[in-house]
């Protein structure tokens, strides 16, 4: 299948600092999802996407969809113990595919540092 | 927010045992998914479903097989369980017209 390129794989933070990930891909993407998985829990979404350039917040989370449509990021302002955790992307492909194209990245590893 | 049910949350069987992963959702979605993932990694999609009687496999081979007989109901069946089975199941739904999936809780499956 394609490939979503997700960076940095593991983060070591300190609580308060902010955190910036992202998604890239060689392949376009008309819909972009940003999802948060808990130890031993289902990934929960946290953002989508819809439009290319589309900056979205919910909450201390910002996400964006770039303008190529082939990447987007996710910040994190002011990290909390609680954002701990394994943060997906999804992309859905310009082009379709089976099971609605959803391609998922590998995760990005938040590990906030006391 | 989904309502999404998976059963058992944890699982530890023997090997050659036969076992049903159960999935329900209550939001009359069309489209319901399985996933595998192994602690701390990647999803992988092992199967996929449109609607009643329709059944897919997804990108990563499979030993298991699933049914849909009901919109809101899609169980997944390993006929004989083996070690390399052990690992985390999820279940997915999303509407017809939708792209967003919503995930269950997973269920941990370990065979020993």
């Known amino acids: 299948g394609q490939q979503l390129n997700q960076s940095p794989q593991s983060m070591f933070i300190q609580e308060g600092e902010d955190v910036s990930m992202n998604c890239t891909s060689s392949?376009?993407?008309?819909?972009w999802l940003w999802y948060k998985q808990d130890p031993g829990e289902g990934p929960v979404l946290l953002i989508a996407?819809?439009?290319?350039?589309e900056l979205t917040s919910n909450g201390r989370l910002t996400a964006q969809f770039g303008i190529t449509r082939k990447d987007s990021f996710l910040n994190i302002s002011a990290s909390i113990p609680s954002d701990v955790g394994i943060y997906f992307c999804?992309?859905?492909?310009?082009?379709?595919?089976?099971?609605?194209?959803?391609?998922f990245g590998k995760g990005t590893h938040l590990i906030i540092q006391p | 927010e989904a309502d999404i049910y998976q059963t058992p949350r944890y699982l530890v069987i023997g090997t050659g045992k036969k076992i049903t992963l159960e999935c329900s959702q209550t939001?009359?979605?069309?489209?319901m998914y399985w996933y595998q993932q192994d602690p701390g990694m990647e999803l992988h999609l092992i199967h996929y479903?449109?609607?009643?009687?329709?059944?897919e496999k997804g990108d990563l081979s499979s030993e298991s097989t699933v049914s849909r007989i009901r919109t809101e109901h899609f169980p997944l069946t390993l006929e004989s369980a083996r070690p390399s089975h052990t690992s985390q199941y999820l279940c997915?739904?999303?509407?017809?017209?939708?792209?967003?999936?919503?995930f269950g809780p997973g269920t941990r499956l370990t065979v020993t």
């Open positions: 996407l819809y439009k290319a350039g």
């Open positions: 999804a992309g859905l492909l310009l082009s379709g595919g089976g099971a609605d194209g959803l391609t």
């Open positions: 997915a739904s999303s509407a017809g017209t939708g792209f967003v999936q919503y």
């Open positions: 392949s376009i993407f008309n819909t």
């Open positions: 939001m009359g979605h069309d489209k």
């Open positions: 479903s449109y609607g009643v009687n329709s059944t």
